[in-house]
Structure formats: C-alpha cells, structure tokens
C-alpha cells in the first residue's frame, strides 16, 4: 500500500499497515497510517451481478435484431426434412427430396421455384433440377411442404441441397 508524508508529500510503499507512527526520512514528520476503507463485498457482488446482467441483456438484444435483420432480408427459407429413395419402371433407383418452404415473417409471400443441387463425392454439382412447389402464397409464419423426385440416378450423388430461386435465375 501507499501513503504520503503529510508535510512534505514524500510517498512511501508499505507491506502492511504498520500498528505504530511512521517517521518521514526527509523531513522528520511522524503520523498514523490509516487503513484503507473496506469495500463493501455484498456491493461489490452486487456490482459484478447487475454488469453481467447489463452484458446478457446487450447480448439478447443484439441477436434479437440480428434475427430481425436476417427475417427482413431473406423471409422464406427452404429446408430438407427427408431423403428416401425410389426405383422407376427400368429399375434405376432415384433420391425423393421431401421438405419445407417457411414464410418467416408478419407478411404474405408468393413461394419462388426451387432448385434441387444434387453433388457427387468431390462436391462438384452433378445436377440442378428446379420445380414449383405445391403452394404459391404463404401466409405470415406459414409452410408449405414439397416433394420432389430427382432425375439423375442414386450412385452418382453423394450430397443434395434445397435453395428458393431467385428473381434472376
């Protein structure tokens, strides 16, 4: 701890607090050290508690509008739910894609196309297959299933994906 020589001002480094005066080596002053004041440790909980709850609070807020930006800017998603597989009358086995197409946000949507990518091993596209799904309008917080069987046969694809078409393409 530090303390300062009420005279002359020459600061001193201490251990401890001493129980006795202390003496100032320059000019001779003597006086008591006071001990610092204890902080109080409920209120120094207290303090740590609210800063963490202000830091969980900032947090939650800012993934909130980050999910409101990201519903904003792209309000249908698409996803896969289920791959099954079904063979033709030439006995060639193909994948049905099953899924769903959800309206994220508070408005009505028209449903785009969707396009099917299926890959092979080295994750080059071996195919995209784009078709309509059942529903052409989702109202707000509203899905639609699809179903969907692919052309190309079940050994050349090792990975499928599902994107909604966009207005270019």
């Given at each position: 701890?530090?303390?300062?020589?009420?005279?002359?001002?020459?600061?001193?480094?201490?251990?401890?607090?001493?129980?006795?005066?202390?003496?100032?080596?320059?000019?001779?002053?003597?006086?008591?050290?006071?001990?610092p004041?204890?902080?109080?440790?409920?209120?120094?909980?207290?303090?740590?508690?609210?800063?963490?709850?202000?830091?969980?609070?900032?947090?939650?807020?800012?993934?909130?509008?980050?999910?409101?930006?990201?519903?904003q800017?792209?309000?249908?998603?698409?996803?896969?739910?289920d791959?099954?597989?079904?063979?033709?009358?030439?006995?060639?086995?193909?994948?049905?894609?099953?899924?769903?197409?959800?309206?994220?946000?508070?408005?009505?949507?028209?449903?785009?196309?969707?396009?099917?990518?299926?890959?092979?091993?080295?994750?080059?596209?071996?195919?995209?297959?784009?078709?309509?799904?059942?529903?052409?309008?989702?109202?707000?917080?509203?899905?639609?299933?699809?179903?969907?069987?692919?052309?190309?046969?079940?050994?050349?694809?090792?990975?499928?994906?599902?994107?909604?078409?966009?207005?270019?393409?």
């Amino acid at each position: 701890m530090k303390t300062v020589c009420d005279f002359c001002k020459t600061e001193y480094s201490l251990d401890s607090v001493p129980n006795v005066p202390v003496k100032c080596a320059i000019c001779g002053h003597t006086w008591m050290v006071q001990r610092p004041p204890r902080r109080n440790s409920w209120l120094m909980f207290f303090a740590a508690l609210c800063a963490l709850l202000a830091a969980v609070v900032f947090a939650v807020a800012v993934m909130a509008q980050h999910k409101m930006r990201e519903i904003q800017t792209h309000p249908l998603i698409a996803e896969i739910g289920d791959i099954t597989t079904a063979t033709d009358e030439n006995g060639i086995s193909h994948f049905v894609v099953s899924g769903h197409v959800q309206n994220r946000s508070d408005q009505i949507y028209g449903v785009p196309g969707l396009i099917i990518i299926s890959y092979d091993a080295d994750n080059n596209i071996v195919d995209r297959q784009r078709f309509m799904p059942s529903a052409t309008l989702l109202d707000a917080g509203g899905s639609a299933a699809f179903t969907h069987t692919l052309s190309v046969p079940v050994n050349t694809v090792d990975r499928i994906s599902v994107e909604l078409e966009t207005q270019g393409g």
